[in-house]
């Protein structure tokens, strides 16, 4: 199963970097306790995709982003669930299932 997220990246932390935005859903995921697959190998990713890297110092309203889940989960609980981890200048405005 797959969860497709639309995020808000604005304020101050516009200027973070694509890699640091990565960093940061990881690290809110884990902190929130959702089951995102990880990668197989030596080295486990979570699987997390971008569908596109946002320049540096712009505001945006609507970047997507894709979660591979090991289970499911419901979009409106997962959404609550990874704001609660979110700084303040980055939140999931939307959540929907993909096939």
């Known amino acids: 199963m797959k969860i497709e997220a639309v ?3 604005k304020g101050i932390l516009r200027y973070i ?4 935005i990565v960093r940061l859903f ?3 995921v884990r902190r929130a306790g959702l089951p995102v697959s990880l990668s197989q ?3 486990p990713r979570y699987r997390i995709s971008f569908k596109g890297a946002l320049k ?8 997507d982003i ?9 979009p409106d609980g997962f959404r609550y669930m990874i704001n609660e981890k979110l700084p303040e200048g980055i939140k999931v405005t939307g959540c929907k299932r993909k096939s």
Do not use: P, T, W
């Not at 970097?17 to 640091?20: A, I, R, V, Y």
């Not at 894709?66 to 419901?74: C, L, P, R």
């Open 41 to 43: 190998g030596y080295n």
């Open 56 to 63: 540096l110092g712009l505001e945006s309203s609507n970047e």
């Open 17 to 20: 970097s694509h890699l640091d």
């Open 26 to 28: 990881q690290r809110a």
């Open 66 to 74: 894709i979660f591979s889940m090991d289970k499911d989960v419901d």
């Open 7 to 9: 995020y808000c990246k």
